[in-house]
């Protein structure tokens, strides 16, 4: 049973525990060091100003106890930490509690012992206590397996040109839109023109004003999380759409990790706006470390494996970075299930199986769900239990069944990649009609 307002006791002198603000400056430096990409001996100043603000400045959502540490109660040093950013996303339109498990951080001289589990352990329990239905983080490969993740949803995905693709104006042409700092009045815009584009994407994370202003001006400069928004507008001052950029260049690039536009306003027109900003300011843009080379060797729309950018620029985007993925972790199934009902009852209606009613068993081996249709509608999703001769009208090895509810594959392409993975032709039928592969580009709260 897990306590959590109350420390607990590790082997070797070592407790666990929740932090408080006191902590912000070991906590801050055990995290630079560990999450730096050149190695434990040069810190990111960014991933140290990032966990400063959450430990010390107002946000949206997060407490400095939701970061928890392992202490050597030997020395008093922070030795592991990681923290919960809890916010709420949506699927369809549908919007749930999601818990952001982040920054997770161990001394090399203590990796090995449990100590990122047992601090899972915690965070999970105080997820569910805050109604989280699903996890998600991002990290290295395989490791979050561990923990009960599959990876399962598209993170980052960027194309890339270099100055040969910057198409310089005319003589005498004049730049059809400008760009200008994004402000607290734009909030309503932002948030609108979020909403549009939101439509493309199966699951997003759910953005009030506060979060917006959150954006705007709620972390410091030097937070590895802060972005320079912008407002593109026609010369007339008519807003259009708006763009975000980290301050520093990522390596030898600037990148634009947010940009869109209203409905009705041609990405073919803009682009080349934006992209000759992005090389005009990455020409004085500083590195991310300062003994990286300053110089700006390429621009990049970091925008999911998808974008209209893509398409308005493709001649001038030859390079292409593949997505990685989130981990996500669906701790009750049919729960989550349950809650996305509305849009999987809007899905049926809307197929050939639409006013279906039966029933469909999925199994995953060693457990399994139970829907019953009636008339179109979904009266029950409940625990189902996989029997020697009957293990479901549909099976899924392991949690590759994440894969499909989160719209990252199809269910020809999990039977293609998984051949314990299978479904009669009804559970076909029914399966890819409320489980359709749609892509997800997710600004999430960090």
């Known amino acids: 049973m897990i306590t959590l307002s109350e420390r607990r006791e590790l082997p070797d002198g070592l407790v666990l525990r929740r932090a408080i603000p006191a902590d912000a400056e070991s906590i801050a430096e055990l995290q630079a060091r560990a999450q730096s990409d050149p190695g434990w001996d040069t810190p990111d100043e960014g991933v140290r100003a990032w966990v400063f603000d959450l430990l010390t400045r107002p946000h949206p959502t997060f407490h400095p106890e939701d970061f928890v540490v392992v202490e050597d ?156 928004w912008r407002i593109i507008q026609t010369p007339e001052g008519e807003p259009v759409g708006y763009l975000a950029h980290p301050v520093p260049l990522w390596g030898n690039a600037i990148f634009v990790t947010a940009y869109e536009l209203q409905s009705g306003v041609s990405w073919l ?56 993925a989130w981990y996500m972790r669906v701790p009750d199934l049919p729960a989550f299930l349950r809650h996305i009902t509305p849009v999987l009852e809007a899905r049926l209606a809307l197929s050939i199986a639409a006013g279906h009613s039966g029933e469909l068993t999925i199994g995953f081996y060693r457990r399994g769900l139970r829907f019953v249709f009636e008339r179109g509608r979904i009266t029950e999703i409940a625990p189902w239990e996989p029997q020697v001769r009957d293990t479901g009208a549909a099976e899924f090895p392991g949690l590759t069944f994440l894969q499909l509810l989160f719209g990252h594959r199809s269910l020809a392409e999990l039977r293609y990649a998984f051949p314990d993975c299978g479904a009669s032709p009804e559970a076909t039928v029914l399966l890819n009609a409320l489980f359709p592969k749609q892509a997800s580009c997710i600004w999430h709260l960090s």
């Open 73 to 228: 109660s030997h020395t008093g040093a922070i030795v592991s930490s990681m923290c919960l950013i809890s916010q709420t996303w949506r699927y369809g339109d549908v919007p749930f509690n999601f818990g952001r498990p982040e920054l997770v951080a161990t001394h090399p001289d203590y990796r090995r012992r449990g100590l990122v589990r047992a601090q899972f352990e915690l965070l999970h329990a105080l997820s569910a206590e805050r109604g989280e239905l699903v996890q998600g983080i991002t990290g290295i490969p395989w490791y979050y397996r561990q923990f009960g993740y599959e990876m399962t949803v598209e993170l980052f995905g960027a194309r890339m040109g270099y100055a040969p693709h910057v198409r310089a104006l005319k003589e005498g042409e004049a730049e059809p839109y400008h760009l200008r700092p994004a402000i607290e009045a734009d909030i309503p815009f932002l948030m609108a023109t979020e909403a549009h584009a939101a439509t493309r994407s199966l699951l997003g994370c759910v953005r009030d004003a506060a979060l917006c202003r959150y954006d705007l001006a709620g972390r410091s400069s030097e937070n590895c999380e802060h972005r320079a």
């Open 269 to 324: 027109a803009v682009t080349p706006v934006i992209v000759r900003y992005l090389w005009a300011y990455g020409a004085q843009a500083k590195p991310s470390f300062a003994s990286q080379k300053a110089v700006c060797e390429s621009f990049a729309f970091a925008l999911g494996g998808a974008h209209p950018a893509y398409e308005a620029f493709v001649a001038g985007l030859p390079r292409v970075q593949p997505p990685y």
